[in-house]
């Protein structure tokens, strides 16, 4: 008797998770690279931005920077630190404690104005969301659906939930 409670249990535990992400603590997993959820957390607290939109420039970071990098306008960490101590973010307490997360972010924030003053920026930065947009992403629910249109994370409607306007 004992062991069928067990197997009861076992099945409504594996029914309850069917609908979880298969990359337990990963808020996105894209192309093979897995962007954490504390990664995400530690960003969006260090930048003051809403999860959704910081699990999305997190995922784009790297093929931005890379882009950057490939058309001779690279642009490493330091420099995002060095940006950061300049200014660039307006009053941050202390930039030395912005974790790897924002400064990623402020990459990519200076890779993408550094390709767009390029002559030929435009089509770069297009040819760079288009094969960003091929990826093979798998998003945690908890953060939302990718908007292909905006190429951001927004979150589905919550029909449940009723707004104060009603």
Known sequence: MRLSKWVA?????LVATAGCSVHPGAAA???????TQEYTQDASEDLGLDAGRTLSLLIVAPYYV????KNGVGVSADDARTAVQDGLLGE???PALLGDGAIEIVQLVLADQAV??????AQIRADTD?????????????????????????R??????????A
């Open 116 to 121: 767009s003053a390029l002559p030929d920026g």
């Open 156 to 165: 589905p409607p919550l029909p449940w939930i009723v707004s104060t306007d």
């Open 92 to 94: 941050v307490a202390d």
């Open 29 to 35: 997993v894209v192309d093979g690279r897995t962007i």
């Open 66 to 69: 890379e882009m950057a990098e």
């Open 9 to 13: 249990v076992a099945a409504v535990a």
């Open 130 to 154: 288009a094969r960003i947009s091929g990826l093979e992403m798998d998003i945690n629910p908890r953060y939302g659906e990718m908007d292909p249109a905006s190429g951001l994370i927004a």
